[in-house]
């Protein structure tokens, strides 16, 4: 029975991952720790904060000794690590906090699990590394999808402090033998997407009345993929899959920035009629620096190997989102306040809409 450490669980991802594994292992033991910083919300956690098998911890990735007293005391024997400083238009405004937390906090979560793992327990465990397919760069529009081969060449901060932890998971397995696996995922979206990213600004933009800002020309191109794959495919790779071995996890489902804001918008008409069309509030601005222009994953090792496959369309995913926004108006509407607020003025009041 696995006795799993989740870092970053009360982020997106992370918190669908917890839902999805305690429904599915509602016997295992699950212990999360976050540091509650702007993209953290325990309320995205409420479900399960009675559940006895679940325990929330309020701190640190780079907290070792933290770490290594939960690993102990909790007898945990699996570590699943998505915490991580996740926007790449904050990287590039103040790349700081993604080299704090996506390199230090990483390395020393392998400290603490090289020293109680191995060093003092020597057990059967498990450290994966939950990363992105940013870290692989931009494809040009003929180019393959990304594999696991696909040489590393990141662009903004965000991905080279992704690509640089993913580096030392890998040095941590090859000089020590920590048991590691890695799984570079595409573009999720689904419940408890914090709205400073497309969809779900794009969502509650819209709910607001307020201008839909698309970078550049909105042709860039995103594979997008409904979280609970996601979360699917890292239970695959945990249960299943080889150890020092990366897996690609995405959905096959390239869309341009435009296209995506476009079906956003008709869906949201029929579901949420307005008086006027929501593909008026389209406003195109400035580019993001260093922009990357196509991300496609080709997850055919984690396919054959692991047996993983997306379930459902896109076009049922993203009702399904849409649906969640419309019900979960509490949730969205508490983080527009403070902080959210701030970098929404800074990110898009102070840029020269008419700008290219
Ligand atoms: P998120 O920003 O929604 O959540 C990050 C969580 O980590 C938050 O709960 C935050 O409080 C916590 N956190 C941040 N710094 C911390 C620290 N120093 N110590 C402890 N907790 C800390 O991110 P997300 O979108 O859920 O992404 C989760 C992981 O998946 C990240 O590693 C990201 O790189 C990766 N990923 C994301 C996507 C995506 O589309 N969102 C795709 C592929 C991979
Ligand atoms: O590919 C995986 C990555 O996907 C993850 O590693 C990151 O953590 C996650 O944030 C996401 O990165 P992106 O930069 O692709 O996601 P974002 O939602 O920020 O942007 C998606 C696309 O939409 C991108 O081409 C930029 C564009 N965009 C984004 C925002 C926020 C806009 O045109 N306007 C916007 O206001």
Redo the contacts with the bound molecule.
């Keep these: 029975m696995p006795r799993l450490l989740v870092t970053g669980g009360a982020g997106f991802i992370g918190s669908n991952f917890v839902h999805y594994w305690l429904r599915r292992h509602p016997d295992d033991r699950l212990v999360v720790l976050d540091a509650l910083t702007y993209a953290g919300n325990l309320a995205n956690l409420e479900p399960v904060k009675h559940n006895p098998q679940y325990r929330f911890v309020h701190g640190n990735i780079c907290d070792q000794a933290l770490v290594e007293k939960l690993l102990v005391e909790e007898q945990l024997d699996t570590l699943v690590h998505f915490a991580a400083e996740?926007?790449?238009?904050r990287s590039i405004t103040g790349p700081d906090a993604f080299i704090e937390t996506n390199i230090v906090g990483t390395h020393s979560l392998l400290k603490a699990a090289k020293n109680i793992w191995l060093d003092t327990r020597r057990q059967e465990h498990r450290f994966h590394h939950v990363s992105?397919?940013?870290v692989y760069g931009s494809l040009g529009p003929h180019d393959p999808a990304f594999t696991e081969e696909t040489p590393y060449a990141p662009n903004s901060p965000?991905a080279a402090s992704?690509a640089a932890s993913d580096h030392l998971v890998r040095a941590y397995h090859h000089t020590y033998g920590l048991q590691v696996t890695t799984s570079n995922?595409?573009?999720n979206y689904g419940p408890y997407h914090f709205p400073?990213?497309?969809?779900p600004?794009v969502i509650t933009n819209i709910l607001q009345g307020k201008p839909i800002?698309?970078?550049g020309d909105?042709l860039?191109i995103?594979d997008w993929l409904y979280v609970e794959d996601h979360c699917r495919g890292i239970e695959l790779v945990l249960q299943q899959g080889r150890v020092g071995e990366t897996y690609n996890i995405g959905g096959n489902n390239e869309w341009t920035?435009i296209d995506i804001v476009k079906l956003i918008c008709d869906i949201m008409d029929e579901l949420r009629p307005r008086s006027t069309r929501s593909a008026e509030l389209i406003t195109f601005i400035k580019d993001?620096p260093g922009?990357d222009r196509r991300?496609a994953i080709d997850a055919e090792k984690t396919m054959t190997e692991l047996g993983y496959q997306p379930l459902g369309s896109f076009e049922t995913g993203i009702r399904k989102t849409i649906t969640w926004y419309l019900e979960n108006e509490a949730w969205w509407k508490s983080i527009m306040e403070g902080s959210y607020l701030e970098w929404i003025e800074k990110q898009y009041s102070i840029s020269d809409p008419t700008a290219k």
Excluded at 86 to 89: A, N, P, T, Y
Excluded at 196 to 199: A, R, T
């Design positions: 996740s926007h790449v238009d992105t397919d940013e965000y992704k995922c595409s573009n400073e990213k497309l969809i600004l800002p698309i970078y909105g860039n995103r920035n993001r922009h991300y």
